[in-house]
């Protein structure tokens, strides 16, 4: 659990990590760590996402285009009036479905 709360928080590889499991005498794959983040982050999130601070009343809804690694994505983003990031998700797609999506990830708390 700890090494997926440092993969989650930092900008650390899965090798990187690996190593450092290593260092501290137990031997794991980088794969197995990869499994871990994709078995465990969703549970982590919904369970993090309630002790959040809570917001001012006041934010908006921002959505960019951008491109990472080669490809054009959408970027929707919360922002309340203080100017700090709510929440944020990229979609491939700029649709009803991928704007409820984002609404839904962003009023869940």
Request: charged letters at 30%; a positive charge; hydrophobic letters at 40%.
């Amino acid at each position: 659990l700890l090494n997926v709360c440092w993969y989650l928080r930092c900008s650390l590889s899965y090798r990187d990590l690996a190593e450092m499991l290593l260092e501290r005498g137990v031997g794991v794959n980088h794969t197995t760590i990869y499994r871990w983040v994709q078995a465990y982050s969703p549970e982590l999130d919904k369970r993090c996402r309630r002790a959040l601070k809570p917001t001012n009343d006041s934010w908006r809804v921002d959505e960019t285009y951008c491109k990472i690694k080669g490809t054009w994505k959408y970027l929707y983003r919360a922002v309340d009036s203080a100017g700090k990031t709510l929440d944020f998700m990229l979609s491939a797609k700029r649709d009803a479905k991928a704007a409820k999506r984002f609404l839904r990830k962003v009023l869940v708390v």
